[in-house]
C-alpha cells in the first residue's frame, strides 16, 4: 500500500478529502457520477482522487451497484479496517479496553477487575494490560492512531494533572505519570466529555448542532456541543453539571461541597445508600412494594429535573442523558419529564430531555473516536 502523496496544495487536499468523507458517510457503494454530481466535480477530478485513494488502500470498489439497464457503475466504498483507535476506561475497580475500526464498530473489548489502584502505578498497568489487548486480538500498532484514556475526573490543562477524581481517590495527580509507561499517542479525557462525544459524533447528522450530555454514573458529568463543536470552557470544566447546585445546604457531596446534582442523583447514592447493586435497586423498585425505594427514586428524578431545567434555562437545546444509569430510565421518562415541564418558564412540555443510544461504554467510544475523527478530517 502506498502513502499517499502529499498533496500540491491545500485546495486539492480539500477536495480529495470532500470525496473521502462523502464515500465515508455514504451507506452503500457510491459511483463516480454520483459523487461528479454531489459535489459538483469533474469527472477527470473525480477519477483522478479515486485513483489516489485507492492506490492508498483507503477505499474499495464496493458492491456493484443496481441501474436500470446498461453497463452497471462500479461504486466505492471506504476500507474501514486500515486504522483503528484504542479507548480505555479508568473507574474505581475496572480497567476497560475497546478497538474501533474507522466506521465505528468495535473490534475488541476486555473488561478487566483491578484490586486497587496506586496513582503512581496507573500508567504501569494500563500499559501492560494494552499490550495483552493488542496481542489477543491481533491488532497491528502500525494501523493504531492512537489511545485515548477515560477516567472520571477533573483536570487541570494548565498544569497537565487530574485535579481531583472523588470515585477514583485522587487528587492533583500528574497525567503524565499514567501518560509516560504507554509507548504510543496518548490522550486522557474525562469520561463525561468522551461519552457525549460518542453520543454527538455518531448521530452527528441528525442531532441538532447544540446538545447538552448528562452523564449519571457513580459521578455525575457531563458535555456540551455548540454550534456543532464542543465547547469545553476555558478550564476544561464546561458541563461539570454534577457540580451544579440543586438543593442549598443539601447533601454532602464527594467534592466536599453541599447539595450538588451528584450528590443526589449519582448511581452511588442509591448503591452506597442501600448496600445493593443499582441493577437490584431498579428491580424492586419495577415491583412497587418498597415504599423506601420508591420515596427514594422520586427524590432522584425531583433533583435531576431542578438539574435538567437548569441546563435548559442556560443552554436551550436539547438535553441527552446518557452513562449506565441511564439504561434505567425508560420507565421513569414520562415523571421526569413531568417534573422538568413543571419548572419550565418557557414551555409545557420537555420534550428536549432524551435518552442516549449508547448507555454502555460511550466513554471508550468517545476517546477513540477523537482520533478518527482527526484522522478523517486531515485525509
Ligand atoms: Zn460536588
Redesign the pocket.
Given at each position: 500500500m502506498k502513502e499517499l502523496r502529499v498533496p500540491v496544495t491545500e485546495r486539492r487536499r480539500i477536495t480529495r478529502n470532500r470525496i473521502y468523507n462523502l464515500i465515508y458517510e455514504s451507506r452503500l457503494p457510491l459511483s463516480k457520477l454520483e459523487i461528479s454530481q454531489t459535489l459538483g466535480l469533474s469527472l477527470p477530478t473525480v477519477y483522478q482522487n479515486i485513483t489516489e485513494l485507492l492506490n492508498a488502500g483507503l477505499i474499495e470498489v464496493g458492491q456493484v451497484q443496481r441501474s436500470r439497464g446498461g453497463r452497471r457503475p462500479v461504486g466505492y466504498s471506504v476500507v474501514s479496517n486500515v486504522k483503528f483507535a484504542v479507548g480505555i476506561s479508568i473507574t474505581a475497580g475496572k480497567l476497560r479496553f475497546l478497538a474501533s475500526d474507522l466506521k465505528l464498530k468495535e473490534l475488541a473489548y476486555k473488561n478487566i477487575a483491578i484490586e486497587s489502584f496506586e496513582s503512581e502505578d496507573i500508567g504501569k498497568q494500563v500499559a501492560k494490560e494494552l499490550e495483552k489487548f493488542l496481542d489477543a486480538n491481533r491488532l497491528h500498532r502500525n494501523r493504531m492512531l492512537g489511545v485515548g484514556i477515560t477516567m472520571p475526573a477533573v483536570m487541570d490543562e494548565e498544569k497537565d494533572e487530574v485535579k481531583l477524581s472523588p470515585t477514583l481517590r485522587m487528587h492533583n495527580i500528574s497525567l503524565s505519570t499514567i501518560r509516560e509507561p504507554i509507548p504510543y499517542t496518548t490522550h486522557i479525557e474525562n469520561d463525561g466529555n468522551s461519552g457525549g462525544f460518542a453520543e454527538w459524533f455518531e448521530s452527528r447528522h441528525t442531532v441538532g448542532s447544540n446538545i447538552a450530555y448528562l452523564y449519571l454514573e457513580n459521578g455525575v458529568g457531563g458535555t456540551v456541543f455548540i454550534n456543532g463543536a464542543q465547547y469545553f470552557g476555558e478550564n476544561k470544566r464546561s458541563g461539570e453539571f454534577?457540580?451544579m447546585c440543586v438543593e442549598p445546604n443539601g447533601l454532602l457531596?464527594?467534592?466536599?461541597?453541599r447539595g450538588?446534582?451528584?450528590?443526589y442523583c449519582s448511581a452511588l447514592r442509591i448503591s452506597k445508600k442501600l448496600g445493593i447493586t443499582v441493577e437490584e435497586f431498579f428491580n424492586e423498585l419495577k415491583k412497587g412494594n418498597n415504599v423506601d425505594y420508591q420515596v427514594l427514586w422520586q427524590d432522584v428524578l425531583e433533583h435531576l429535573a431542578i438539574g435538567i431545567n437548569n441546563i435548559h434555562v442556560m443552554l436551550d437545546c436539547d438535553i441527552i442523558l446518557g452513562g449506565f444509569l441511564s439504561q434505567y430510565l425508560e420507565p421513569y421518562m414520562p415523571e421526569l419529564k413531568r417534573l422538568v415541564a413543571e419548572k419550565d418558564t418557557f414551555e409545557d412540555n420537555a420534550d428536549y430531555v432524551k435518552l442516549c443510544r449508547y448507555p454502555h461504554r460511550a466513554d471508550m467510544m468517545g476517546v477513540a473516536w477523537y482520533y478518527i475523527k482527526d484522522y478523517i478530517e486531515k485525509i
Open positions: 454534577g457540580h457531596c464527594n467534592c466536599g461541597k450538588c446534582l451528584e450528590a
